[in-house]
C-alpha cells in the first residue's frame, strides 16, 4: 500500500488532510520532494560586526559584478571574499568633510626634515618637512616645547588650500576641504614624536535596528537609501564609495532629490522613489534615463502623491511595468509619456504589503504579505497562495517582536519563492533569523527549512578559484561546465545569505537533515490495522516511525526509529486506527527524491474473526447433527 508525501498543509487538520503538516528542509518539485541544501560561505572571518540590513548583487554594462551588504552603520562592498567599507571607514559620506589628527610629543627631539604626509581627496599627496630655521612653504619650525611646534604646523597646513588645521594643545586636527571617500593613509617620517591618524570622514547611518536599506540598479549606478539618511548612490566601475546623490544632481543635474526615500524602484528609464520624507504616500522620479534631473516638469521628472487610505508607501517593483506596494493598496504604475507621463491604475483597493521587505519578484511575477497572509501577482491578477494552506501557521510561528528582520527573494532557477523570518522557536537575542518559508510557483507548493542568517538575497558568484569552485560543488567531478564559458568569469546567479558569522554564504552545501510525514489515513476503514515494514520511496537510506492513533482525541503514539536494512526495508511493528509514516533524511546524506512511503500492513483482528467464524459453524454444525438424531429417534 502506497501512500505518497503531499504538500505541507500545516493550517490543514491532522486527519482528512491531503497534504502533510511535515515538510522540512525541503521544497517541491514536480512530483517530489528535493534537498534544501546548507549554507557555504565563501568569504574569510568578516569584518563585519553586525547583523546585515540589506544586501544586492549588480553587474554593470561590462558584466563586472558588484555586490554590496549594508549593516545599521555603513555599506560594505564584497569582492574577492573580501568585505571593504564603502562608506568611509564605518561611516556614511552625508555631506560631511573628512579629519585627521597630528599629535606632538618628545619635542625636544625632533630634528630637521622630519616629514608629515597627508594625502588628498583624489589620492595625491602633499608632504610638510620640519625644520629649525626660519620655516617657509609647506615647512613648519620646530621650536622648545610641543604646543608651539603644533602651532607652527598648523600655520604651515592652513597655508595649503587642501587641507584647514585647527590647535588643542599638542594636537592639530585637520580637515580636508572636500568630502572624504576613503580613509586615506597619512604618514610619519618619526613616528615616535609626531604621530598621525587617518582621514575619516562622514558619520554613521542614523536609522535604527528595524529601518533595512534597499539597494536599486540604474543603469551603472547603484541607489541605497533607508528612509532616515539621504540617499546614497554608487558608480559601477568609477566610484570607490557611496556618495550623496544630491551631488551628482548639484554637478551635473537640475533639481533637488528627495531629500529621504524609504523605497526605489526602475520602471522603464526612470528612478522611482517612495515615501517621501513628510510625504509617505508620494511617489517622484527623475529624468527620463537621467537620476541628475529632479525638477518637475524637466525631462519628464515628476512626482504623485497617491489618494486614498491606502496608507505609506513601503515597496516599488522595477520592469517595464512597476507595482507601488502601500501597506493597504497596490497601484500599477504605466508608462504613457507626454504631459502625464505615468498612469496610476489601482489593482487591489484594499489590500497591500504589511512590510515591504516581503516583497520580491521574478520579472512580472509579484509574491508578497498582506495583512491576510500570501499573495501573488501575475500581470494586474492578485491571488492567495497561502490562504488554508500557511497563513495561519505562518501567523503563528512569527515572533512579531522582530519583524524588520523578515528579507525575501526569488531563486528563479528553482523557482522558489523565499521569506526568511525569525521564529518564536528562536530567542532572537543575536538579531538572526532562523526559519525559511518556501513557495514553488510552478507546482504551487509550500516547504519550510531551518537555517540562521540575517539577510537573504540573488548573487552573482564570480568564481576565479579552486577554492570558489568548491562552494559550487562539493565535488568537482560534479562540475559538468566547461571551465572557459563565461559561466564562471560573468557571475553566475545564486540565492544567497549573510549567515550567523556575518559571512557571505550560498546554499549550495550539503544536504540538510529532511524530515517528511506522510497524511494521517485509515488503512482499512472501520478497522485497525497492524504494519509490519515500511519502504521508504526515497533514493537515500533513511529512518522511519509510525505514528499512531485509535481516536481522534487521543494522543498520537510514535513507534521508535527504525532504520533501513540491507533490502532497503525499515521493520516496524506498530498497530491503530489511524496512521502517519514519518521519514528523515539525515543531513549530509546524498539523495534528490523523496515521493512517499510503501507500506505493509493487515487488518488488526483478523485472526479472531475467522475464529469466531469458525466457533459459529460448529456450532451450527452440532446443531444440524442434533436435531437429525431426534427426527430419527422419532
Not at 540562521?452 to 570558489?468: R, Y
Request: with cysteine; proline share 3%.
Amino acid at each position: 500500500m502506497q501512500l505518497p508525501f503531499g504538500e505541507w498543509l500545516p493550517d490543514q487538520p491532522e486527519h482528512l488532510n491531503p497534504g502533510s503538516t511535515v515538510a522540512t528542509n525541503v521544497y517541491f518539485a514536480a512530483t517530489s520532494y528535493k534537498p534544501v541544501k546548507g549554507l557555504v560561505p565563501y568569504t574569510g572571518t568578516s569584518n563585519i560586526t553586525k547583523n546585515a540590513k540589506g544586501a544586492g548583487s549588480f553587474r554593470d554594462n561590462n558584466n563586472t559584478v558588484f555586490t554590496f551588504v549594508a549593516t545599521k552603520d555603513t555599506i560594505y562592498q564584497l569582492a574577492g571574499g573580501v568585505f571593504t567599507d564603502k562608506g568611509a571607514g564605518g561611516k556614511f559620506l552625508n555631506n560631511s568633510f573628512a579629519t585627521c589628527t597630528i599629535t606632538v610629543s618628545d619635542f625636544a627631539n625632533i630634528g630637521a626634515g622630519k616629514t608629515i604626509t597627508l594625502r588628498k581627496n583624489d589620492n595625491s599627496i602633499v608632504v610638510f618637512t620640519s625644520t629649525v630655521g626660519t620655516a617657509s612653504g609647506t615647512q613648519f619650525k620646530v621650536e622648545t616645547n610641543e604646543n608651539t611646534t603644533a602651532s607652527n604646523l598648523r600655520v604651515a597646513i592652513n597655508a595649503n588650500a587642501n587641507f584647514s588645521a585647527t590647535v588643542t594643545g599638542a594636537v592639530v586636527t585637520v580637515t580636508r576641504a572636500t568630502i572624504g571617500r576613503n580613509n586615506l593613509v597619512n604618514a610619519s617620517s618619526d613616528t615616535a614624536r609626531l604621530t598621525t591618524t587617518d582621514f575619516l570622514g562622514g558619520t554613521p547611518l542614523l536609522g535604527a535596528d528595524t529601518d533595512f536599506i534597499t539597494f536599486t540598479q540604474f543603469g551603472n549606478h547603484v541607489i541605497a537609501t533607508n528612509g532616515v539618511n539621504a540617499p546614497q548612490y554608487f558608480l559601477m566601475g568609477t566610484s570607490s564609495s557611496f556618495v550623496d546623490l544630491q551631488t551628482l544632481v548639484t554637478a551635473s543635474g537640475s533639481g533637488t532629490v528627495p531629500s529621504k526615500f524609504r523605497t526605489s524602484g526602475v520602471i522603464r528609464d526612470f528612478l522611482v522613489t517612495g515615501n517621501i520624507e513628510n510625504a509617505k504616500n508620494r511617489v517622484a522620479w527623475s529624468g527620463i534615463n537621467d537620476i541628475s534631473t529632479w525638477e518637475a516638469g524637466v525631462s519628464s521628472s515628476d512626482f504623485q502623491d497617491l489618494p486614498g487610505a491606502g496608507g505609506e508607501v513601503v515597496a516599488i517593483t522595477s520592469g517595464e511595468i512597476g507595482y507601488v506596494f502601500r501597506q493597504d493598496q497596490i497601484v500599477r504604475m504605466d508608462f504613457v509619456g507626454g504631459n502625464v507621463v505615468f498612469r496610476f491604475s489601482v489593482i487591489s483597493p484594499n489590500r497591500g504589503a504589511v512590510f515591504g521587505q516581503t516583497v520580491c519578484q521574478d520579472n512580472r511575477q509579484v509574491f508578497f504579505y498582506a495583512s491576510d497572509g500570501f499573495f501573488q501577482i501575475n500581470g494586474d491578477e492578485v491571488t492567495p497562495i497561502g490562504a488554508e494552506k500557511i497563513n495561519r501557521f505562518f501567523d503563528a510561528d512569527l515572533n512579531k517582536a522582530y519583524t524588520d528582520r523578515i528579507s525575501a527573494a526569488v531563486d528563479p532557477f528553482n523557482t522558489l519563492a523565499i521569506w526568511l523570518y525569525p521564529s518564536k522557536d528562536n530567542p532572537n537575542v543575536t538579531g538572526l533569523c532562523d526559519k525559511l518559508l518556501i513557495y514553488n510557483y510552478v507546482t504551487q507548493k509550500w516547504s519550510i527549512a531551518k537555517v540562521k542568517a540575517s539577510q537573504i538575497f540573488k548573487q552573482f558568484i564570480v568564481v576565479d578559484t579552486v577554492e570558489l569552485m568548491d562552494i559550487i560543488s562539493a565535488d568537482l567531478d560534479q562540475i559538468n561546465i566547461s571551465l572557459d564559458t563565461s559561466f564562471w568569469t560573468n557571475g553566475h546567479l545564486y540565492l544567497g545569505a549573510i549567515d550567523e558569522d556575518f559571512k557571505a554564504a550560498i546554499f549550495s552545501g550539503k544536504n540538510l537533515e529532511a524530515e517528511i510525514e506522510t497524511k494521517e489515513t485509515e488503512l482499512f476503514p472501520g478497522k485497525r490495522a497492524n504494519i509490519t515494514n515500511v519502504r521508504p520511496i526515497v533514493d537515500a537510506t533513511s529512518n522511519v516511525t509510525i505514528k499512531t492513533r485509535d481516536k481522534l482525541a487521543d494522543a498520537v503514539t510514535t513507534s521508535p526509529s527504525s532504520p533501513m536494512n540491507d533490502t532497503g526495508i525499515n521493520p516496524v511493528r506498530q498497530s491503530g486506527r489511524y496512521f502517519r509514516a514519518n521519514v528523515k533524511i539525515p543531513a549530509e546524506t546524498i539523495w534528490s527524491d523523496a515521493q512517499g512511503v510503501d507500506l505493509t500492513a493487515v487488518p488488526g483482528g483478523d485472526r479472531w474473526v475467522i475464529k469466531l467464524t469458525l466457533i459459529m459453524f460448529v456450532t451450527q454444525l452440532k446443531q444440524k447433527n442434533f436435531f437429525k438424531d431426534k427426527l430419527k429417534k422419532q
